[in-house]
């Protein structure tokens, strides 16, 4: 059961009606209005929706057929006679927000959210409770006037964002959609949209189970059907999972083997594949096979290479991309190209994110600016970089800058990292900088944590409209394995470079990544300089809270501090469970019972 996200306005509706009217007029906004309903207003008016959107006078056609859409369609099915009489209406979104699947009794919901719109994204529609639900990964929902849109403001909505079958990413959203009524929050049919989230998430894990299975089969049938005491190259993949044999890791590089998982995501959507062109200047051809469902649906590809001649495959030959612009996930793509966007213009651009997403880095990029900055210098107190028109200050060095900035010269960019970490002089300067001179181009990296004070809170409010939250690790998993290739050091002449096997992939892919990439950077640096092994790096090379993998159940905090020491014992021991048991002065069969209490 996921928590539910919505605003305490659903309590005071007439009044918000009052306030919406007063903002789409332009009036100052009476006290009370929560401060997410007007900020979602904000990023309306920002994005240029009408408040009178109308409806497309023609239908547009629904996206093509997906595993999602597969995996939901009889479930959802089945769960539309629950609507029954109440005006209700079920809506399947995919992870961009795009209509895969509507039903139910629309009588008097004509401009329900997802009847008429193919997408129900905030630079399409406005604030809706898809679109919420997607961003928080909870169960969101959305009443009446808390819509920007004239047509929806006597509409009640409640989404659940659909997980992935290892509930990392976030697939689409479950809505149920009712005419607004007296009860207003929670929604009348909060505990429908949960179940059938949960049942659709359910079915895609049963068809991923399978799916796994068949790749497995078909990898099996390959690496057996080649010359008797030959040893296979053979290499099976859909896109996420990867089976390499020996043979083949010895033939592969890291461009091939990203090409190869391109090929395979392209046989899933039933393009073509050119197995000439995936391998032409590797050194090495391949014979490439769709592995297919019992219903015909493409799944993944099986490989099977063989060198030509004598060469030895060669290394790619451009460079790799910065860390900072790594990633092919909706999520990241979307934030980075959003900020991308924002910063052709020359007004301010907030990029908020947790700590170790790539915030600094991906701001540096922005501007062209080199790498993290060392120590500070002679050169002041802001530790500037460079010799260009753009310079950097980092309030975790100096937590000041209040004269520096008030100082600043007009007309020369300013780059401001952490800004959590201004002290309130610094804050002021700021605000004073972006009121008396908001032609200046300003950048800021803004980590959230603690409760930011007013000055502070006045700033981030000031840029929220040109602001781009980078997703964390845990919610791009798919990128982790492009990641890993651009974090590891290049290797020694001569030496392989650093592959995982699939249990390695699948444990690092789980783990939820609390430092976001700085620690997935940090880990796989550690791996690369300390391992003393040859061939793929294994699962139980990883560290212990990377091996161990989530706890299959919700901890409370006690149990999430147990678990840490324990696993942090077990790393100082080198995961002997007796001297591990004794350091933590409980008996071995307590750390035995207690390590298996977290997998049930």
Request: net charge neutral; proline share 10%; with cysteine.
């Amino acid at each position: 059961m996921t928590t539910t996200e919505h605003t305490s306005a659903a309590t005071a509706l007439p009044s918000l009606y009052d306030a919406r009217e007063r903002f789409l007029t332009g009036r100052p906004l009476p006290d009370g209005v929560p401060e997410e309903v007007a900020a979602a207003w904000r990023r309306a008016r920002f994005f240029g929706v009408p408040h009178d959107l109308e409806e497309p006078a023609v239908r547009p056609p629904r996206p093509v057929e997906s595993a999602l859409l597969g995996a939901a369609r009889p479930v959802l099915d089945r769960i539309v006679p629950a609507l029954g009489a109440d005006r209700s209406l079920l809506v399947l979104t995919d992870e961009r927000l795009r209509v895969l699947w509507t039903a139910g009794n629309a009588s008097g919901l004509d401009s329900c959210p997802a009847l008429s719109d193919p997408v129900l994204s905030e630079p399409e529609v406005g604030n809706n409770s898809a679109a919420l639900a997607l961003r928080t990964r909870r169960r969101a929902e959305m009443h009446g006037p808390e819509h920007f849109l004239d047509r929806w403001q006597d509409v009640s909505a409640v989404s659940v964002p659909v997980l992935d079958p290892k509930g990392a990413q976030v697939l689409g959203t479950v809505t149920v959609a009712a005419r607004l009524s007296a009860t207003r929050s929670p929604h009348p049919q909060a505990a429908l949209a949960e179940a059938a989230a949960v049942a659709v998430e359910t079915e895609l894990r049963t068809r991923a189970g399978r799916a796994e299975r068949v790749l497995l089969d078909a990898y099996l049938r390959a690496a057996a059907g080649t010359v008797c005491g030959a040893d296979p190259a053979v290499v099976a993949l859909d896109g996420r999972n990867r089976l390499v044999s020996d043979a083949a890791q010895r033939l592969l590089t890291p461009g091939v083997l990203e090409a190869l998982d391109r090929a395979a995501v392209s046989a899933r959507r039933g393009d073509a594949v050119d197995a000439a062109a995936v391998t032409e200047g590797t050194g090495c051809a391949a014979r490439i096979t769709p592995v297919r469902l019992d219903d015909g649906t493409v799944l993944g590809i099986v490989a099977a290479l063989e060198r030509l001649g004598d060469s030895p495959p060669s290394a790619p030959a451009s460079p790799r991309s910065p860390v900072a612009l790594t990633g092919s996930s909706v999520p990241w793509r979307h934030a980075v190209a959003r900020a991308v966007e924002l910063a052709r213009s020359p007004e301010p651009l907030l990029l908020t994110g947790e700590r170790g997403t790539g915030k600094s880095a991906l701001a540096r990029e922005l501007l062209g600016l080199p790498g993290p900055p060392g120590p500070l210098g002679p050169s002041g107190p802001l530790g500037l970089l460079g010799e260009g028109a753009v310079r950097a200050a980092d309030a975790a060095r100096d937590p000041g800058l209040d004269e520096a900035l008030v100082a600043w010269p007009a007309g020369r960019p300013l780059l401001l990292l952490h800004a959590e970490r201004l002290a309130q002089p610094g804050v002021a300067a700021l605000n004073s900088l972006l009121d008396t001179r908001p032609d200046t181009r300003v950048l800021v990296t803004y980590t959230p944590g603690a409760q930011a004070g007013p000055c502070l809170q006045r700033l981030l409010d000031k840029l929220s409209a040109r602001s781009v939250t980078l997703p964390p690790l845990r919610e791009r998993p798919e990128d982790i394995r492009e990641l890993l290739s651009v974090l590891a050091p290049r290797p020694v002449p001569g030496q392989p470079p650093l592959t995982w096997t699939l249990d390695a992939l699948r444990a690092l892919e789980l783990y939820s990544w609390p430092g976001n990439v700085t620690e997935l950077a940090h880990v796989v640096r550690a791996l690369a300089e300390q391992r003393r092994m040859s061939g793929p790096v294994r699962r139980a090379e990883l560290p212990d809270p990377v091996r161990e993998g989530p706890a299959a159940r919700p901890l409370s905090p006690m149990e999430h501090a147990e678990r840490a020491a324990i696993l942090e014992a077990l790393r100082r021991h080198g995961g002997n469970k007796a001297r591990a048991a004794a350091a933590l002065g409980i008996g071995r069969a307590t750390l035995y019972r207690k390590l298996r209490g977290y997998r049930e």
